[in-house]
């Protein structure tokens, strides 16, 4: 790694852990964030939760891990180029979704409803509980004892209530503040990821078509570049051609404009960047391409009939699962019931949240089925 920007995140400027510990003899601090990830149980659950498709409908299809995967590959590509901290991007890129609950954002609308008298369920908010209380890996403390920066990157968006709980990262919240450069990035590369791979997915999965993403400009413009260079080009190798590009001009554009941002209003450490206005950003241009593409994914593939049918029986399982454990904790695995703070309403949550798609639809079996136990 060439030599970090001055206001980058480093080890040196860093707020630290929770729990002191002696530094790492072989890595970084944030590599050893990042390992930490890989190492926990929510990570490997990722394999199994839902991005857009339920797992069970294709093998090719995303997941949650392989679209962390993707994510933390952007992200780092775009660190390396503006000469911040690749592993640290790397650590909240992997860390990103650990809090997702099954089937995707239905199964995150559903918990929250469910929680809505018991201070509600918001997946960012999850992924902090993961790596701060509920992974146990450690004998001197609970969850991965993070940094503080990786923990700062996880928590992309929450409410003003929310944010007073949080003690000193929810501060920047409050105080209207960014958050380091990297974590801004990650935010970014989440979206540049999950745009291009549900565009890829949704096209496998025949839900919809390369006629309907000609009437969104980016896909559009990528693809008559592509038919100029090679006329006879059809089906997948034509997607991924479009695609591969769509992918480089969003990152490539995401870190030229950073790069003038930062010309334009210079920050001389880690402190000023935190206090400017946001410095990742896209063009005005490509700005209004992703929003275009967000909105035809919305109403085309998120809202297709046959999601909306997965969707709503995702929701009726959730649903399900809470009000059998609400009303009977005795029906919760042991270690969920009673727990030590008091709170049943959150450990019911923390045990449906944690459950991979196949997983949740076991269990409502067990629960609902005649026949099965
Ligand atoms: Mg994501």
Redesign the pocket.
Known sequence: MSELAPYAVSAANSRGRRYAEDRPSMRGEFQRDRDRIIHSTAFRRLEYKTQVFVNHEGDLFRTRLT??LE?AQIARGIARALRLNEDLVEAVSLA??LGHTPFGHAGQDALNDCMRDYGGFEHNLQSLRIVDFLEERYAAFNGLNLCFETREGIVKHCSLDNARQLGELGERFLNRTQPSLEAQICNLA?EI??NNHDVDDGLRSGLITLEQLESVGLFARHAADVKAIYPNLAGRRLIHETIRRMINVLVCDLIETTAANIARQPVRDLAEARQSSPLVAFSDELREAQREMKRFLRTQLYQHYQVLRMTSKAKRIIGDLFGAFISDPRLLPPQYQSPADGDQPRAVADYIAGMTDRYAMKEHRRLFAVGEI
């Open positions: 679209h962390s994510v990103h979704d989440d990821a999950y």
